[in-house]
């Protein structure tokens, strides 16, 4: 049995740590209720304007748009958006182990020549995958710092530029959508080429174009991709956040069931400590009155 001194130890050092945890529940509640916000209202616009787009692309094409050029998949971009921190359950590993499986299953053989090239958002990202044998695209791994429109622009002007240069003959996102505080969806997305319509929206695609559709579609190309980018990164923050408050709601009860054994074993150890120190006087009084 441990010593008093010992379980006293222990109770202070986890009372110390759900004090922590505690703390970053609350943390993490204040800043999910504004990335909640945030995606709530962005969800709307970015879907309508995917459909949209998606269905000026199933309207036929005259081969001169880049956007949804169809090309032999030798080489691939894989954006994947993790987090900046941990202590959020499987947020983090269940995206880096869905990007393992799409490279398996989808792109082994570009794998297998190095054309499978990683585009980490999210610090985690980085150091899971600057550590495996996957080239990897740094440059835009911190913007979590300041999630701003403007800054997610530019990661989605260097996907589109790096699209229609050829440098990559298609793009992927993989990401946690947030759904609610403790559910998280992973999400597989292909950003380019834009995939047409499904074909069951079909009389929506008969559209009379004014001015051309050439300028409407090139119009409408960037704010599209730029608004979905946009959306998967707040979608991945809301859905960390939730996920963090969570795993720290949890760990904070943890901590209190933990302390709860912990005072119980203190006072059987004090108890016994206290009854053993008793019966050696007893035993000392008697000796006394024998001798």
């Known amino acids: 049995m ?34 909640q916000e945030r995606i709530t209202q962005i969800r709307p616009f970015a879907q309508k304007l995917s459909q949209l787009l998606q269905n000026l692309s199933g309207a036929g094409s005259d081969g001169s748009n880049w956007y949804n050029t169809i090309r032999e998949e030798k080489k691939v971009l894989i954006v994947v958006v993790s987090a900046d921190r941990g202590l959020c359950g499987s947020f983090n590993s269940n995206i880096f182990k869905a990007t393992n499986n799409l ?40 913007i979590f710092q300041n999630l701003t429109f403007a800054a997610s622009s530019k990661i989605s002007e260097f996907l589109m530029d790096a699209f229609k240069r050829g440098e990559y003959d298609k793009i992927e996102i993989v990401y946690n959508e947030f759904k609610n505080v403790a559910t998280q969806i992973l999400r597989v997305e292909q950003f380019l080429p834009v995939l047409p319509s499904d074909g069951k929206s079909s009389k929506e695609t008969d559209y009379i174009y004014q001015p051309s559709r050439e300028e409407i579609v090139v119009g409408l190309i960037p704010k599209s991709l730029n608004t979905q980018l946009f959306k998967a990164l707040l979608d ?37 400590a206290i009854t053993k120190e008793i019966l050696e006087i007893v035993a000392g009084a008697e000796a006394l009155k024998s001798a």
């Not at 090239?117 to 985690?124: D, F, S, T």
């Not at 923050?237 to 203190?266: C, I, R």
Request: aromatic share 6%; no cysteine.
């Open 103 to 142: 490279i398996t299953e989808r792109y082994s053989a570009q794998a297998s020549k190095k054309n499978v090239h990683i585009l980490p958002i999210g610090k985690k990202s980085l150091e899971f995958f600057g550590k495996r044998s996957y080239p990897v695209v740094k440059e835009h791994a911190t």
């Open 2 to 35: 441990a010593s008093l001194k010992e379980v006293k130890s222990r109770i202070v050092s986890v009372s110390s740590t759900q004090q922590i945890t505690k703390a970053m529940k609350m943390v993490a509640a204040a800043k999910l209720r504004k990335s």
């Open 236 to 272: 991945s923050n809301a859905a960390f956040n939730g996920a963090q408050m969570t795993a720290m709601d949890k760990a904070t009860e943890n901590a209190g069931e933990l302390l709860k054994e912990l005072k119980l074993t203190y006072n059987r150890t004090r108890q016994a």
